[in-house]
């Protein structure tokens, strides 16, 4: 039921919540449903989601891509696929770093780092995914080995 009391019946229902938190929603009773008991055998995993605001449009990143990166799982330039992040000139990268726990296959425990060292790391990660976007900048030591030809410079992350 909705929270107007409404009933709602379909064929389908999908839920967008993290595992952890349906686990807790779910009615005790559908517990003895088969389906529903399958629920014991999933389990959450830490991920980190980084936002990242560059001084210049990002040419590689069109829309959402799942990546060949040992770090980032997946990410979207926002600019081009969210109309409130709506830029021509600038990109809002938004990123999912994972796996980020020991527990789950990371070889740093990236939950318990430090933004700043996470947000290195990322850049680090699109400098070497791709080379002709992300600048050499002092501020963020993992850009170091980049060459003339990366411009884009973090102006904002979160």
């Known amino acids: 039921r909705l929270g107007s009391g409404e009933a709602v ?11 952890d938190v349906f686990k807790r929603l779910c009615p005790a009773r559908w517990a003895a449903d088969p389906f529903f008991a399958q629920l014991k055998e999933l389990e959450g995993v830490p ?3 980084v936002q990242l605001w560059f001084d210049r449009k990002l040419d590689s990143v069109d829309g ?3 990546s060949r990166s040992p770090l980032l799982s997946v990410y979207a ?4 696929c ?3 992040y709506a830029s021509a000139d600038e990109s809002m990268v938004e990123l ?24 290195d790391a990322t850049l680090g990660e699109l ?15 993992a ?15 979160a």
């Open 127 to 141: 400098a070497r995914l791709f080379p002709t976007e992300i600048a050499n900048d002092p501020a963020w030591p």
């Open 82 to 84: 969210v109309a409130e």
């Open 77 to 80: 330039d926002m600019s081009t």
């Open 143 to 157: 850009t170091a080995t980049q060459g003339a030809a990366g411009r884009a410079k973090l102006r904002e992350h």
């Open 47 to 49: 991920v980190i989601t």
């Open 96 to 119: 999912v770093f994972a796996p980020a726990s020991i527990a789950t296959g990371a070889e740093i425990d990236w939950i318990r780092q430090e933004d700043k060292t996470i947000v």
């Open 9 to 19: 019946e379909a064929d389908m229902y999908v839920s967008a919540m993290p595992v």
């Open 64 to 66: 959402l891509c799942f």
